[in-house]
């Protein structure tokens, strides 16, 4: 799959389910579902002691909310970053949200996630 070739909705659609399992496997502290899609580097920065620090000193990673809204793509090198505005459950505002895809082993991975 050529990920760089494809449109913004194309990729979007893509992006999609990944957000949704990072979102619903970050409320419930969920380490194997939330990394079930990270290519290999990620995984290895993303061990299960730092993860759970990250749930347990910040509010907004277990009260995400499933209402959010896909609002764009950046194509840098060989991946592509999808800009996610997303709400908290529980926090006022929005904040931004990234998810860097890319190939490895013919499959769609997940290089990045983070919420600002």
Do not use: H
């Not at 899609?37 to 000193?57: H, I, R, Y």
């Not at 499933?66 to 194509?75: I, K, N, Q, S, V």
């Amino acid at each position: 799959m050529d990920l760089l070739e494809k449109s913004d909705d194309e990729i979007i659609e893509i992006a999609k389910p990944i957000w949704d399992n990072l979102v619903k496997s970050s409320n419930m502290k969920n380490y194997g579902g939330f990394t079930k899609d990270f290519g290999t580097q990620m995984l290895f920065g993303a061990n299960e002691v730092e993860l759970g620090k990250q749930w347990s000193n910040n509010k907004l990673l277990t009260s995400l909310s499933e209402d959010y809204e896909a609002f764009g793509c950046l194509r840098r090198g060989l991946n592509i970053t999808v800009l996610f505005k997303q709400k908290s459950k529980d926090i006022p505002g929005e904040f931004l949200g990234r998810l860097v895809l890319g190939i490895e082993d013919d499959e769609v991975k997940v290089f990045g996630a983070t919420i600002y």
